[in-house]
């Protein structure tokens, strides 16, 4: 194993999970896994093998990537709820982690502070626009900072996702679904 495989796998198997709400525990993964392990590929393989993740199927890896080449695995969350973790490849090479955190309000303090321990070491990181729009029924809001890179950039993003159709709501669906993404985007 190259060196800096090793020393990646000690330093993320020693970031212990939050205690807490689910935002709390989806951050303290998403500190440990997207911003710690990736963009080392083999690194999170190896990391997820070692917390006995389930992998993901093909099918379940489409249902959220789309046309997108990558793969996800599932761990049991605080509440009983899964987190799902996915390896988007390149060009859009990213690591998400997300799980519904219910109706409770969203609390992104331990969020915020895995990612300004995670800045302080790459400096350049600029806050964009909030994005805020409707498709098909579920409200997408969008927070993000951009860096740029030599033949790219390097997005942190916070996304959620909340249903609106009152129909759908009424049959008890709803909630909403948290994701934390750390993305490099290779232009050339």
Known sequence: MPL???????????????PGSMPDQLAALYDEVCLRTFPYDAAVDELMKRKAAIPLTPAE???????????GWRLPG??????????????????SVRAGIGTAPLDLAAYRRAVAAFEETRPGF??????????????????QEVRPLPGGHESLLVITQ??????????????????FVHQIVTTR
Not at 7 to 18: D, G, I, K, N, V
Not at 61 to 71: A, I, M, Q, S
Not at 162 to 179: F, M, S
């Open 4 to 18: 800096l495989l090793a020393a990646l796998l000690a330093q993320a198997a020693t970031a212990a999970p939050a």
């Open 61 to 71: 890896v489409k249902t959220t990537l789309r046309d997108d080449p990558g793969r």
């Open 78 to 95: 605080p509440d009983g709820r899964s987190i799902s973790i996915f390896i988007e490849l390149p060009p859009y090479h990213a690591c």
């Open 126 to 143: 600029a806050a964009q626009k909030p994005a805020d729009m409707t498709v098909e029924s579920i409200r997408i809001r969008a927070i």
């Open 162 to 179: 909340q249903l609106t159709d009152p129909v759908r709501i009424a049959k008890g669906e709803g909630g909403t679904e948290l994701r």
